[in-house]
């Protein structure tokens, strides 16, 4: 198995943990998007929307050209190898499941509170 | 906010899972060790599957069995098995993984602090293969398909 840095491995992760990145990443895969149309299509402030491009350039994800006025995002060079790929589902299912325990929890506590 | 779950491959042969909770250990323990409690957030909604039975003796040799349905797919249902080496209340757990070979030992550590508890969910693989192994397969033990979406992008990404 091809050993990756800690740090990219955080890059890719930090990349692909928020919503709006796996979007933005899924609309590249349909085709290239500029910035303008993406932060429409996500109801997002020109600002914001370079802000998550930003993440997902470093990550090496996505990489974009300016064409006169127009900045196009395309996908990156990098796709994520295996393992990261299977790390970041493992990580999601742990979360969803962790997020869902954070109810239970909190009922708990609540019941402990009245007695 | 959610706290963050946070997963590093720490060896060759370990995983390791960290999240916090804002409640102390022993209610969040107790979310680990009673069945009725734990068959609610083990499997939740979104990952598409339903739990058919999920029997837990958490005390220390005795076991556990947990069985899982993809709804509405006409797949054979999971089973999850093993026994519990280790059980010290309100602070570790520590169970072996049975339903195939090479199955690793996971150990769960509970550390409370400021009304806290940072949950420590570390596997140990018996050997690198057998994690590759675990990772190639592309199980996760979850089965998402909203993450077996994202991961076919993923793959397709160039």
Redesign the interface.
Known sequence: MVQYSKARLDASFAAISDTTRRGVLEQLVRGDASITALADKFHMTLTGMKKHVGVLEDAGLVTTEKVGRVRTCKLGPRRLDEETAWLERYRAMWAARFDTLDDVVEELKRKENIR | M??E???E?KSDRE?V?T?T???PAR??F??WTKPE?LK?????K??GIEMLACEVDARTGGKYRMVFTFTGKDMKPMEFFGKYIEVTPCSRLVWTNEEGVDGAVTTTTFEEKDGKTL?T?SDLYPSKEAL?AQ??S?A???A?ET??Q??E??????
């Open positions: 959610k706290n779950t946070k997963v491959r995983l899972v999240r909770f804002d409640a209610i969040v107790d979310a409690l609610r957030w083990w499997a939740p979104t990952f949950v969910v590759d990772i190639a592309g996760t033990g979850g998402c993450h077996q994202l991961d992008l993923l793959v397709t990404l160039k």
